[in-house]
């Protein structure tokens, strides 16, 4: 009777405010990104092909960077088989798009699964930062191994390549750093490589070429600076 339409009434009324809602925000959504993308334009005419985008820390998956590269297709005219690489700093703080369990192993796990099944569906590299442990952190390059990883040791088995960047308090005062490769699904594990860096510019280079022990590099690089 009358109870009946006037209940259904107010569903279909609810159900056009929350679609009108939704409508609104995401013409809004695609307004902005219209204008952020106009005004690129308008700079640099996407002459250098890189673009940055900020997102709030742990609030995003790797849902929200595919939707974001959909909107690069859409009005930046950047299309997948136009992504050279993507870079995530960092991993270990973005959320699964799977459920979270609250169990770091897991969910960071998960995370990584989501990113390296991103970088297939695109065809570009995913490259993020990590962190090693406590244990670790005093570790010379030589004695450091992927076992040292911090949080979920799921992501070493998830990820083709592994690179350690190693500088430690007296290794700095030098103006060196390590590279070290701690997993290498298609290559040598373990080759190090010695770097030299000038903090004041944050420029790296390549100074001691490749081995396997640190120490030799580090003689080497001070025998020819000399």
Same mark, same amino acid.
């Given at each position: 009777?009358?109870?009946?339409?006037?209940?259904?009434?107010?569903?279909?009324?609810?159900?056009?405010?929350?679609?009108?809602?939704?409508?609104?925000?995401?013409?809004?959504?695609?307004?902005?990104?219209?204008?952020?993308?106009?005004?690129?334009?308008?700079?640099?005419?996407?002459?250098?092909?890189?673009?940055?985008?900020?997102?709030?820390?742990?609030?995003?998956?790797?849902?929200?960077?595919?939707?974001?590269?959909?909107?690069?297709?859409?009005?930046?005219?950047?299309?997948?088989?136009?992504?050279?690489?993507?870079?995530?700093?960092?991993?270990?703080?973005?959320?699964?798009?799977?459920?979270?369990?609250?169990?770091?192993?897991?969910?960071?796990?998960?995370?990584?699964?989501? &990113?390296?099944? &991103?970088?297939?569906?695109?065809?570009?590299?995913?490259?993020?930062?990590?962190?090693?442990?406590?244990?670790?952190?005093?570790?010379?390059?030589?004695?450091?191994?992927?076992?040292?990883?911090?949080?979920?040791?799921?992501? &070493?088995?998830?990820?083709?390549?592994?690179?350690?960047?190693?500088?430690?308090?007296?290794?700095?005062?030098?103006?060196?750093?390590?590279?070290?490769?701690?997993?290498?699904?298609?290559?040598?594990?373990?080759?190090?490589?010695?770097?030299?860096?000038?903090?004041?510019?944050?420029?790296?280079?390549?100074?001691?070429? &490749?081995?396997?022990?640190?120490?030799?590099?580090?003689?080497?690089?001070?025998?020819?600076?000399?």
């Amino acid at each position: 009777g009358g109870g009946l339409v006037e209940r259904q009434w107010s569903i279909n009324s609810k159900f056009k405010i929350e679609y009108s809602k939704l409508k609104k925000q995401i013409n809004l959504e695609s307004w902005i990104c219209n204008f952020e993308f106009k005004y690129y334009e308008q700079r640099n005419d996407y002459k250098n092909r890189l673009f940055v985008k900020e997102f709030p820390t742990s609030s995003i998956n790797t849902t929200h960077i595919e939707q974001y590269l959909y909107h690069l297709e859409l009005f930046a005219g950047i299309y997948p088989e136009d992504i050279g690489a993507i870079f995530i700093d960092y991993g270990d703080i973005m959320l699964p798009k799977q459920k979270r369990l609250g169990k770091t192993y897991d969910d960071q796990g998960n995370t990584f699964e989501n &990113m390296r099944s &991103m970088s297939q569906e695109y065809g570009a590299p995913v490259i993020s930062a990590s962190q090693i442990n406590r244990s670790g952190m005093e570790m010379t390059v030589d004695d450091l191994t992927e076992s040292k990883l911090a949080d979920s040791i799921k992501k &070493m088995f998830i990820a083709d390549n592994l690179l350690a960047l190693v500088s430690r308090a007296e290794d700095r005062k030098k103006n060196i750093m390590y590279a070290k490769s701690l997993k290498a699904r298609d290559g040598l594990k373990d080759q190090i490589i010695t770097l030299g860096i000038d903090y004041s510019r944050l420029t790296i280079q390549d100074k001691g070429g &490749m081995s396997i022990q640190a120490t030799q590099d580090i003689d080497d690089y001070e025998e020819n600076e000399e």
